[in-house]
């Protein structure tokens, strides 16, 4: 265990650094102590933030791009250490490459802020309102959720989008990024906080949290009456312990385990292209198809085409013995190849007797995230969409249209595949809660 | 411990009864396999009532509260049975009053459904929708939750409410309630299960779950992918447990430590029946006031005045040092008080120098249900309004007012007092989803 050296940062953060990363928690109680301690001084600036006019949100969100296109030199410089050390530490070319910033990167970031800047502010829209019988003026508005905790793994971006999309709806962030990137973690909110603090604002609005320890995050998804909400971002893994631990609310987002179904009926000069783009225009991302499901009498007319297509892609089909009638050089799928986001060039495929039987194997094997078919069969198109139950159902189009860019919402904090409170590409919205207003006149209830 | 006697009962569900009430848990694996196996047909009938229409869904509501009418007879000698076992068990008399069922309490069960048969259909409804640029056409869609958990105490209405609810938003439905109630809510589950037969629907859509083993709530609470939320009703201790134990995703309802606020501005006519109807109307529902908080400015003026009111009413109050100088007959509050929920003829005083000393005393105690203020000051209004946050934030009104009925909703299965999801009276609406549908003809996402 390395020896820990705490030190209070210039973002306000005693936050403990060890020799070694990932060392284990013999500091618990008072790491506890220091993650509520934020908690608390984020519910402060809540108070703050909530009834703030768009202006001054934008304002700040501009000012902070600007902020961060001028720090670029500083950014880059602590970039380089994490990306120095993620080197030595051997880490994987991918994580790497996600990890860098170069100058243009730091341009999209500030990019990002400002579109957010431009977005319609969502506090205080009037959601539904009416006036009684008895002349109870009823108003139901848009309120912020108040303290957002986000725990997230690898790229630096997230910690710059995820404050902003925070501030502009009136929230306020507690970040909890990735060890690999906590140099530039740091550098990036010192500048945000410094802006903060430049327009007159808390800057405990943004506050990074120790990332060398797994145990900030326990204390960060318990801290019921103080954190009002956490939004895990990452692999799988990291999502479920989350939800599963937190005893705070948590808006899950992101695995999907997505399925494009070739019915009968479909036209097979769409299908391909759709299947194409659905796996291979980004494997990486949520949205990309893991499973191909196509009906048998489809089958030998259209797994030869589409494998030829996506073997030149480079996709690597994971197949079940029918399709491997067809398509010999198929790897044989195992029972895991249905259950298995893959997020890489890889292909699960497999026959089905019957669109029902598609339906079957997609609630049994999807994580609900967005399910498609390709059919000019109006009504298997109806029962398709109506007995798939998923964030997004999607007929003759590719999985990879779901982004809340792509749905007009400007930006989004991540893709929800839960059913309660927001599901799909969450925007700023979605960082909302709601408050009844109630205007009377000495109105009292009659006994009933 | 008792001996367990299983059967299999007319509901279809395999009860396990003991010789004596509450005995632990020897079974648990079993109890844990009965209940993933009733949430496992839970979800089977799911699929069938997700995608039923209107129509059919207001028949069978329609045809549940005359079936339950006619077996008046059956419901009350059922009930008759629980009367006696909780008498013999020595329940105290406001338990055995909310557990009495009557002719006319059933035909007030039956009217509740017919209500909840009139309203519109959520399923279906747009929410937004557009075409993008690309001529993909976009549509947020309402959807069931799908398996809705109800545990909730003592009254058998709630069996019969929550099933009317949850079948008319497409939903079905998990009870878990009162063992105290068990013969009621048996005959009561066996009539709709009936009904659901008569009309070809699968009568696992609503199902009574054991309800003599705590242990049943925690495998209900735990069985994540089964079960797609949970609805706890009843006190704050069942409420708490559950939101913290579940790995579902729960509804939390109904804990209301609430304020009313008589600023220095307040009218006194107005203010007196306005704190005399927020705590006396029904003190023992949640949006009933618990703490009275007035300002110095006022306090000479209307405390006096309101504590013979009150006192007429009934209400013994529970107040500082300043409050106790102006009407020396109150009980001395101690620290306690202002975190009770008292539901009983009880309210706490408490003198404030200031409207910020009243907001932040609202921030530390209250539990965000209902917070009013009195006042004939417009700013001091929106100042309260804009700074409090609670489910509803009620100006020259009684909290009295925050309910399902009085807001149009036609019917509640809850007040909820969280942020995500649903905040305060939860309808029809609020028991559902959504769901994103995405037309296409052939649609590929461009590389970025």
Not at 154 to 163: F, H, M, Q, W, Y
Not at 424 to 436: F, H, I, Q, V, Y
Request: hydrophobic share 45%.
């Amino acid at each position: 265990m390395g020896t820990p050296n705490r030190e209070m940062t210039t973002l306000g953060v005693v936050t403990t650094t060890f020799d070694q990363v990932g060392t284990g928690s013999h500091d618990s109680e008072d790491l506890r102590g220091r993650v509520l301690d934020a908690a608390r001084r984020a519910r402060t600036a809540a108070t703050t933030f909530g009834p703030l006019p768009q202006s001054r949100k934008d304002e700040l969100l501009l000012t902070m791009a600007d902020r961060l296109v001028a720090a670029s030199p500083t950014l880059l410089a602590a970039n380089a250490e994490d990306v120095e050390l993620g080197t030595q530490a051997g880490l994987p070319a991918g994580i790497i490459d996600r990890l860098v910033l170069t100058d243009q990167r730091v341009r999209d970031i500030a990019e990002g802020l400002r579109t957010v800047a431009a977005l319609p502010d969502p506090v205080g829209e009037v959601l539904r309102g009416r006036t009684l019988p008895n002349g109870l003026e009823l108003r139901q508005v848009r309120v912020p959720l108040g303290v957002v905790g986000m725990v997230y793994e690898g790229r630096p971006n997230v910690t710059v989008d995820a404050s902003g999309l925070a501030l502009k709806s009136g929230n306020v962030v507690l970040l909890r990024g990735s060890s690999s990137a906590e140099n530039s973690n740091r550098a990036l909110v010192a500048v945000l906080r410094d802006v903060l603090e430049e327009l007159d604002l808390p800057a405990d609005a943004v506050q990074l949290l120790p990332c060398h320890d797994r145990a900030t995050v326990r204390h960060l998804i318990t801290a019921r009456g103080l954190v009002d909400v956490v939004i895990p971002r990452g692999g799988a893994g990291l999502i479920s312990a989350v939800v599963e631990q937190a005893t705070v609310p948590t808006l899950e987002t992101g695995v999907g385990n997505c399925h494009v179904y070739v019915d009968a009926a479909a036209d097979v000069d769409q299908a391909i292209p759709i299947v194409l783009n659905s796996k291979a225009r980004r494997p990486s991302v949520c949205n990309a198809a893991e499973t191909l499901l196509v009906h048998q009498g489809i089958a030998d007319r259209f797994l030869p085409a589409v494998a030829v297509a996506l073997r030149q892609a480079g996709v690597t089909l994971h197949a079940d013995e029918s399709t491997r009638a067809l398509v010999p050089d198929a790897v044989a799928a195992t029972d895991e190849d249905w259950d298995t986001e893959y997020l890489s060039l890889d292909l699960a495929v497999r026959v089905v007797g019957s669109l029902d039987e598609a339906v079957r194997h997609v609630a049994r094997h999807g994580t609900g995230h967005t399910e498609a078919i390709v059919t000019d069969d109006v009504r298997a198109a109806r029962d398709f969409v109506t007995r798939v139950d998923a964030a997004a159902v999607v007929v003759n189009a590719s999985t990879a249209f779901t982004d809340g860019g792509e749905y007009g919402m400007g930006a989004e904090i991540g893709i929800s595949t839960q059913k309660l409170h927001a599901r799909g590409p969450m925007g700023l919205p979605e960082l909302t809660s709601t408050k009844w207003v109630v205007w009377g006149d000495g109105h009292t209830r009659p006994a009933s």
